[in-house]
C-alpha cells in the first residue's frame, strides 16, 4: 500500500526539514493489532524511499489518533504598537508526554513559549498531572489576519502531529492596554524559572549606551544561573549576575542564593529597537533561553555615569535631570531621588532659585535606586521626587532642602542648570483643558443669532432640501426623542427626515414612531417589513428622500442646531462642493460632552486607516445615487465604504471640512460610541470596504491591522521599484555619522539605493578616514567647500544625484523600522505627492517630529512632540499615514523632478532655517500633497552636530522672511484644526475657542 506525497520536496538524506510537513490520511481494514506499519517517503525525481518510522496498528488506534486537547483561547492586540500575542494551552492524552511544541505561520518557523501555568486549566482537567503548567504562548509577526497558522506537537521525543491549523481571522481578538513585553510575562520560559525585567536605563551621556538590569532565580537549583547574556542581531553580550538584591530576598525568603540574584547587561552602540533574548548559563555550561522582546517595551530610565552625592552628611541623593513637558500645569521639572542614611522617611522637598521656591511631588517609586541601594536601606524605594517649575536659565542656581515631619528645613543639594542634564518629556495626560468648560465657552461663539439666521434663510442663493435619513430598530424611545428633537430645532428649514423602521417589534418604539408623523409634514417615516440591518434601512430611508443634498443620523444621536445651517452656508460659498464633513464629540450618559473629533482637512490618506469624516457626512443625492447608494453587506462600516466610493471620484477642491462640533455620538451600552468591539461584525466588514477602495483604485497594498481598530494600507510599487539617492551631509561628527550610515546598512530592506555624503570642510582625521574607508559601490563623497549653508549643500547634491528619489537624511539618525526607506519611496513616487516625512524619536524615546504643523509659535511646530513611544495621538494618528503641511528635512524624501519643479531649497534667502518647510509649502503650492509616513520610524538627536542653538542674528532674519512670505497658509494650517492650541505641539484645545466666521460676515453682508 503507497501514498504519493505531491509537490514534496527532492531531498536524497534520510532527514526531513521541518518546513516540509504533510498531513495525510490512510484508510485501511485490518483486524489483527500486531500487524507492523511502516511508514516510508519518496522523494520526486528519484526512486528513492526514505524510512520514516513504524509501529504497529494497534497502538496507533489505542493512542495516536487523537493524542492532545489543545484550545487557542484568543489573539492580544497591543493598542499602540503591532504586537501580537497568541494565547493557548495543550494537555496531551493518556499516558503521552509532549516534548515540543513548534509553529508554522506562513511558512516561517516560530518558537512557542511552553510551561505557562494555567490553575483553570488544572481544574477543568484534574485528571492530567499536566494541566497545570499547559498554558503556552507565542509573538507573531506583525502580518496580515488572514494569515494561516499550524501547530505541531512533538510526542516522546518520537513523533510529531499536527495539533491544529487554521486562519488567525477566525480567532477571537482582545486589545490591551499595557505591554505585555518579557518584563509581565515572568513565568513564560520554563514555570520553574522566576525573573523579572525591571526597566532599562539610558545614558543621557551615551544615547546609544543601555543598560538592561533584573533579576533571576531557579527554584529547582538556584546554582544554575551562573551567568546571563543578551542577544541581537549577530551580537552577543555577557552581563553580570549575583548582584546583591535583599528586596527579592525579601520576597523569596526560601529560595537560597535569592539575595544575590540580581543582574545588570550593559549594550553599547545600540542604534534602533531590535529584537532581543536573554539567556543565562546553567551549571553543565548550557545556555538556556528565558525572556525575549523588543527593548521599547522595558520600563524606561535614564542615567548619567557619575557618582551618587552626599555633599551633606546623613543624605544620598541624585539630581537625575531638568526635563521639558506639560505636567501639573507647568512646562519644566527638576527630577532626582533622595534619602536618609537612617532610613527615616522624608516628609517633603522642595527646590529654592533666585526665581523663587517650588515644592516637590514626592514617594515617587524608582526601581533602579532600589536595586542599588534596597539592600541597605528601604526608603530607597520611594526616593524619587519631582520639582515642577517655570523655565529655567541655564546658569541659574538650584538649592534643595528636605524636611522631616514636624522638623526643620535640611538643606541637601546645591547644583546649576549648567550641570543637569537636560530631556524631554510628555506626561501621559496632555489634554489640559476641560472639555465640558471649553464647550460651554464654544457654544456661545457657534450659536450664530435669530435675526442673522432668518435674513440668511430669505436671501440665500442656495437653500437646497436636504434630506436626513435616520434608520430605527427597537429603538429607545427617550434617545429617538432627543435624536428627533434635534432635527426640529434646526435652524435650516429646508429639511425632510426620512425614517426607515427595519420591522420594529417594540411596542413603544412604533407607537412613537406613529405619533411622530401627525407632529412634522417634513417627518417621512417608512415602515419595513422584515428586518434587514442598518445598511438596507437606509437605502430605504434614501429611496424615499427628495432632497438635493443627504445626511444621516443615527437613532440615538443628536445634531447641532446649526448644523445644517453651516452646510448650506458652504454650498453658498462654494457651488462646486459635492461632499461635506464636520467634527464631532460624544454625549456621556450624564448628558454631558466629550472626546471631541477635532478633524483635518480633506486627507484621502488619513481616509485609508479610518472613517474620521463619519459625522456629521452630507452628499449630493445625485453622487449617492451614481456610487450605488447605501450598499448591503457593509453593515457597521457602511458609512465608510460610502465615503470612499463618493470621494473617489472627486477632486479635493469638491470636499469640504466644516471645523465645527455639528454632531453629538451618544455613548450607549452596544453603540461604537463606546468602542468598535462593541460591535464584531464591523471589523469584518471594515476590511472588506479597504479592500474594495484598493481594487477600485488599482492600488498595489494590502490591508493589515494597526491599533485602536484601525487599520493600514501596506503600499507597494505599482511598477518597478526606483533607485534612491540618500543625501547627508556632515562635517566631522564621526561617532554620529558611523552610526548612521551602520543603521542604514543594517536594517534597511530596501537595497536599490546609494548614499552621497556631503562633506562640509571635515576636518577630523577620523571622520576623514572613515569617509576614504566607506567609499565604493553605491556610496559617494562630495566635497563641499563653502561657508555651512545647509540649502545650498543639498541642493548641490541632488544635481549630482542619480536616483528617482532624493532622500535627504541628517547625520544624526538611526534607522528603527526595515521598511522605513521602502515606504518613503513607495509614496514619494505617488503623482498626487510632495515631500515625504519620517516619525523620529529623541534617543530617550519621545517623539521629537510626527509632522510639521504651520502657526505654532508664530512660525512652524512639530505635531505630537514629547508623546511616549507607541502613542496613539489624536485619534491615532501619529500611527497611520497622513497629509501634513511639511515635515522636517532630517528625513525627507521627494521625487528627483518634482524637487526640480518647485525650485529645489531656497539657498538664497533660507540656507540654515525653515528651508525645509518652504520647500514643502511650495509643493503644496504646486498642488501637491506632504504626506508622514507612520511606519518610517527613525531616532533623532536634533541638531546634534551642528548645536541646537542657531545664530540669533541669521534665524531672524529668516524668519521674518519666511513668516511674510507663507502669511497666508500660517494663519490656518489646513491639516490642523483651528480648534486645536497654537502655543503648543500637543493638539490640546486652544482656549479660548476659535470660529472662523470671516466667510460667514461676507455672507452676512452679502444678504442685506
Known amino acids: 500500500m503507497e501514498l504519493n506525497a505531491v509537490d514534496a520536496p527532492t531531498d536524497d538524506s534520510a532527514k526531513l526539514d521541518f518546513e516540509y510537513a504533510y498531513s495525510f490520511e ?129 510526542i516522546d521525543d518520537e513523533f510529531l502531529f499536527l495539533c491544529w491549523e487554521g486562519r488567525l481571522i477566525d480567532l477571537p481578538k482582545k486589545y490591551y492596554e499595557h505591554p505585555i513585553g518579557i518584563h509581565n510575562l515572568a513565568d513564560a520560559k520554563h514555570y520553574h524559572i522566576r525573573r523579572v525585567f525591571e526597566g532599562c536605563m539610558h545614558d543621557l551621556a551615551s544615547p546609544y549606551k543601555k543598560k538592561v538590569f533584573g533579576w533571576i532565580l531557579d527554584l529547582d537549583d538556584p546554582n544554575k544561573v551562573n551567568g546571563v547574556r543578551v542577544r541581537f542581531r549577530d551580537q552577543i553580550i555577557e552581563g553580570k549576575c549575583h548582584l546583591p538584591r535583599k528586596n527579592v530576598a525579601r520576597q523569596h525568603p526560601d529560595v537560597a542564593h535569592s539575595k544575590n540574584s540580581g543582574f545588570e547587561i550593559e549594550i553599547k552602540r545600540l542604534a534602533g529597537d531590535p529584537y532581543i533574548a536573554f539567556d543565562y548559563k546553567s551549571s553543565d555550561g548550557k545556555w538556556l533561553e528565558f525572556g525575549f522582546g523588543f527593548l521599547s517595551k522595558f520600563k524606561k530610565y535614564h542615567y548619567l555615569e557619575q557618582k551618587v552625592s552626599h555633599k551633606f552628611s546623613g543624605v544620598k541623593y541624585r539630581i537625575d535631570r531638568a526635563q521639558i513637558g506639560r505636567s501639573y500645569g507647568y512646562e519644566y521639572m527638576i527630577l532626582g531621588w533622595c534619602f536618609r542614611l537612617d532610613d527615616k522617611p522624608i516628609a517633603a522637598i522642595r527646590l529654592t532659585t533666585p526665581g523663587g521656591t517650588y515644592d516637590a511631588v514626592i514617594n515617587k517609586k524608582r526601581p533602579d535606586v532600589d536595586k542599588e541601594h534596597g539592600d541597605k536601606y528601604l526608603t530607597a524605594k520611594r526616593a524619587g521626587f519631582e520639582v515642577p517649575t517655570t523655565e529655567l536659565s541655564p546658569n541659574e542656581s538650584l538649592v534643595f532642602e528636605y524636611q522631616l515631619h514636624g522638623g526643620d528645613w535640611t538643606l541637601f543639594a546645591e547644583e546649576s542648570m549648567e550641570t543637569v542634564p537636560f530631556t524631554r518629556y510628555l506626561p501621559y495626560k496632555y489634554q489640559w483643558h476641560d472639555y465640558s468648560m471649553w464647550m460651554r465657552r464654544y457654544e456661545k461663539m457657534i450659536s450664530l443669532p435669530l435675526k442673522i439666521v432668518n435674513r440668511m434663510n430669505r436671501h440665500f442663493h442656495e437653500k437646497p432640501l436636504i434630506s436626513i435619513l435616520m434608520p430605527t430598530f427597537n429603538s429607545n424611545v427617550r434617545y429617538l426623542k432627543k435624536a428627533v428633537d434635534s432635527v426640529l430645532n434646526q435652524k435650516y428649514e429646508n429639511w425632510e427626515l426620512c425614517i426607515a423602521d427595519d420591522a420594529s417589534t417594540d411596542p413603544a418604539t412604533l407607537a412613537y414612531l406613529r405619533e411622530l408623523s401627525k407632529k412634522d409634514s417634513r417627518i417621512r417615516i417608512t415602515y419595513r417589513t422584515e428586518n434587514g440591518h442598518i445598511s438596507l434601512a437606509t437605502q430605504t430611508a434614501f429611496d424615499t428622500a427628495e432632497g438635493s443634498w443627504i445626511t444621516f443620523l443615527d437613532h440615538d444621536d443628536e445634531i447641532h442646531a446649526d448644523a445644517l445651517l453651516r452646510i448650506v452656508i458652504a454650498i453658498n460659498r462654494d457651488s462646486e462642493i459635492q461632499f461635506i464633513y464636520s ?133 507597494g510599487f505599482s511598477g518597478q521599484e526606483v533607485k534612491l539617492s540618500i543625501i547627508i551631509p556632515t562635517r566631522n561628527g ?27 570642510q571635515s576636518d577630523d582625521p577620523k571622520t576623514l578616514q572613515f569617509l576614504h574607508d566607506q567609499s565604493g559601490k553605491n556610496f559617494r563623497v562630495l566635497n563641499y567647500n563653502k561657508p555651512f549653508n545647509y540649502s545650498a549643500m543639498n541642493n548641490f547634491a541632488a544635481k549630482k544625484a542619480s536616483g528617482e528619489v532624493l532622500v535627504f537624511l541628517n547625520n544624526d539618525v538611526a534607522i528603527q523600522s526595515p521598511h522605513w526607506l521602502h515606504d518613503l519611496a513607495v509614496y514619494a513616487v505617488d503623482k498626487k505627492v510632495g515631500a515625504v516625512g519620517a516619525l523620529l524619536y529623541y534617543p530617550e524615546g519621545c517623539i521629537q517630529h510626527a509632522g510639521i504643523v504651520c502657526g505654532i509659535g508664530g512660525v512652524a511646530g512639530h505635531a505630537f512632540r514629547y508623546y511616549p513611544m507607541g502613542a496613539a495621538g489624536q485619534r491615532n494618528r501619529i500611527n497611520q499615514t497622513h497629509r501634513v503641511s511639511a515635515v522636517t528635512g532630517a528625513c525627507l524624501a521627494i521625487q528627483r523632478s518634482k524637487f526640480m519643479e518647485v525650485g529645489m531649497f531656497d539657498q538664497e534667502n533660507l540656507k540654515i532655517n525653515f528651508n525645509d518647510v518652504d520647500l514643502c509649502l511650495k509643493c503644496i503650492q504646486r498642488g501637491l500633497s506632504n504626506l508622514m509616513a507612520a511606519r518610517a520610524i527613525l531616532y533623532h538627536h536634533e541638531s546634534a552636530t551642528r548645536g541646537s542653538e542657531p545664530q540669533k542674528e541669521i534665524f531672524v532674519k529668516e524668519s521674518n522672511y519666511f513668516k511674510e512670505k507663507w502669511n497666508t497658509l500660517l494663519k490656518r494650517d489646513p491639516y490642523y484644526n483651528p480648534n486645536l492650541t497654537l502655543k503648543f505641539e500637543d493638539y490640546s484645545y486652544r482656549f479660548p475657542p476659535s470660529i472662523e466666521n470671516e466667510d460667514l460676515e461676507i455672507l452676512i453682508k452679502n444678504s442685506r
Not at 477635532?598 to 449630493?620: R, S
Not at 452596544?670 to 470596504?689: C, F, H, M, P, R
Not at 536594517?747 to 562640509?760: C, G, P, Q, W
Request: charged share 25%.
Open 26 to 154: 490512510l484508510q485501511f481494514h485490518q483486524k489483527n493489532p500486531d500487524v507492523l506499519l511502516q511508514f516510508e517517503v519518496q522523494c520526486p525525481g528519484t526512486n528513492k524511499w526514505l524510512y520514516l518510522t513504524e509501529l504497529n496498528a494497534g497502538k496507533l488506534d489505542a493512542k495516536y489518533l487523537d493524542p492532545c486537547h489543545i484550545s487557542l483561547e484568543e489573539i492580544l492586540l497591543h493598542k499602540h504598537s503591532t504586537t501580537r500575542i497568541l494565547k493557548g494551552w495543550i494537555v496531551p492524552r493518556n499516558d503521552f508526554r509532549i516534548t515540543k511544541l513548534k509553529a508554522l505561520f506562513d511558512f516561517e518557523d516560530l518558537e512557542i513559549i511552553t510551561g505557562i501555568e494555567r490553575p483553570d486549566v488544572a481544574e477543568e482537567l484534574q485528571e492530567s498531572q499536566a494541566a497545570r503548567y499547559s498554558g503556552f504562548s507565542l509573538e507573531l509577526p506583525g502580518k496580515s489576519s488572514d494569515d494561516y497558522l499550524r501547530i505541531y506537537c512533538e
Open 583 to 715: 467634527d464631532e464629540d460624544k454625549i456621556k450618559p450624564n448628558g454631558s460632552y466629550e472626546d471631541p473629533f477635532f478633524k483635518t482637512d480633506w486627507d484621502p490618506f488619513l481616509l485609508e486607516g479610518q472613517n474620521y469624516v463619519c459625522h456629521i457626512m452630507a452628499l449630493t443625492r445625485s453622487l449617492c445615487r451614481k456610487v450605488g447608494g447605501i450598499r448591503k453587506g457593509y453593515e457597521g462600516s457602511q458609512d465608510w465604504d460610502l465615503a470612499f466610493r463618493a470621494t473617489e471620484l472627486l477632486e479635493d477642491s469638491q470636499i469640504c471640512h466644516l471645523p465645527y462640533v455639528l454632531y453629538h455620538w451618544r455613548e450607549i451600552e452596544g453603540s461604537t460610541a463606546l468602542s468598535v468591539d462593541q460591535k464584531d461584525y464591523i471589523n469584518e466588514a471594515s476590511e472588506k470596504v479597504l479592500k474594495d477602495h484598493i481594487n477600485r483604485t488599482h492600488l498595489n497594498g494590502e490591508v493589515v491591522s494597526s491599533p485602536y481598530y484601525h487599520y493600514n494600507i501596506l503600499r
Open 734 to 760: 564621526v561617532d554620529l555619522l558611523a552610526a548612521c550610515i551602520q543603521s542604514i546598512r543594517q536594517f534597511t530592506h530596501y537595497r536599490n539605493f546609494e548614499i552621497l555624503i556631503v562633506d562640509n
